[in-house]
C-alpha cells in the first residue's frame, strides 16, 4: 500500500464549477498535509497547509481533513482556466518522512 | 529574497560522464532533499538530508551522490552508473525535523542526455 495515494485523473471541469480533489494516506498518525500545485514543466507551489480536522479556506481554495478516514481534499471553488495543473497532495508521517502522492491532473475548461 | 536557486536549468550528460546539479538555499532551512520527476509522474526521494555532514538515501539513491558541507548548499552529482538519467531533478528544503513545515522548492533542472 502506497503511503499517500490520490486518483491520478485527469479531472475535467466547466469554468465557474467547484472541482474537488482528493487523497488518503496510510499512516494514521500522521499529522502535517499539505496541497502542491505544478504547472506543466514548473516545480510544486506550496497552496495548503491543514493541521486539525475539518476545513481550512484560503480564497478559492479549501482543504478538508478527516483522520479518522484517513482523508484529505481540496475544493477550489469558481475554478478558473488558470487552476489547470497537476495537484500534488503530501503527508508529513509520524517518523517525519514527507510522502507525495503521484499528483491529479485538473482541466478547467473555459 | 529567500528561496531556493537550483542551476543550471538545463543540463546535458554525455556517456560515461558525471554531472553536478547546484542547489544553494537562503531560508536557514537545516533540511534538504532532492527528487527525480519523469514526465507524467510523481516525484521520486533520490536523497536527503537533515543536518550538515549527514545524509541518508531515498527510493531511488542509486547511481547519485551528495554532499552536505555547508548548511545552505547540497548538490547532486549524477554518475555515470545512473543509466537513465534523463528526468526533471528538484531541489527542496524545509525548516527541519519535528517542526511539521512543508516543503519549498527550487524552479529545478532538466537533465538530457546527449
Known amino acids: 500500500q502506497k503511503e499517500v495515494e490520490q486518483n491520478s485523473g485527469p479531472l475535467s471541469v466547466p469554468e465557474g464549477a467547484i472541482a474537488s480533489l482528493n487523497c488518503t494516506y496510510s499512516d494514521r498518525g500522521s499529522q502535517s498535509f499539505f496541497w502542491y500545485r505544478q504547472y506543466s514543466g514548473k516545480s510544486p507551489e506550496l497552496i495548503m497547509s491543514i493541521y486539525s480536522n475539518g476545513d481550512k479556506e484560503d480564497g478559492r481554495f479549501t482543504a478538508q481533513l478527516n483522520k479518522a478516514s484517513q482523508y484529505v481534499s481540496l475544493l477550489i471553488r469558481d475554478s478558473q482556466p488558470s487552476d489547470s495543473a497537476t495537484y500534488l497532495c503530501?503527508?508529513?508521517?509520524?517518523?517525519?518522512?514527507?510522502?507525495f502522492g503521484t499528483g491529479t491532473s485538473l482541466t478547467v475548461i473555459p | 529574497d529567500g528561496g531556493i536557486t537550483q542551476s543550471p536549468k538545463y543540463l546535458f550528460r554525455k556517456e560515461g560522464q558525471n554531472v553536478t546539479l547546484s542547489c544553494e538555499q537562503n531560508l536557514n532551512h537545516d533540511a534538504m532533499y532532492w527528487y527525480r520527476q519523469d514526465p507524467g509522474q510523481g516525484l521520486r526521494l533520490i536523497y536527503y538530508s537533515q543536518i550538515v555532514n549527514d545524509f541518508q538515501k531515498g527510493d531511488i539513491a542509486e547511481g547519485y551522490s551528495v554532499s552536505r558541507e555547508k548548511k545552505e548548499s547540497f548538490p547532486l552529482t549524477v554518475t555515470s552508473a545512473q543509466k537513465n538519467p534523463t528526468a526533471f531533478y528538484l531541489c527542496a528544503s524545509s525548516i527541519g525535523q519535528f517542526w511539521n513545515q512543508p516543503q519549498h522548492f527550487g524552479d529545478g533542472t532538466r537533465l538530457s542526455i546527449l
Open positions: 503530501a503527508v508529513l508521517n509520524t517518523g517525519n518522512q514527507f510522502y
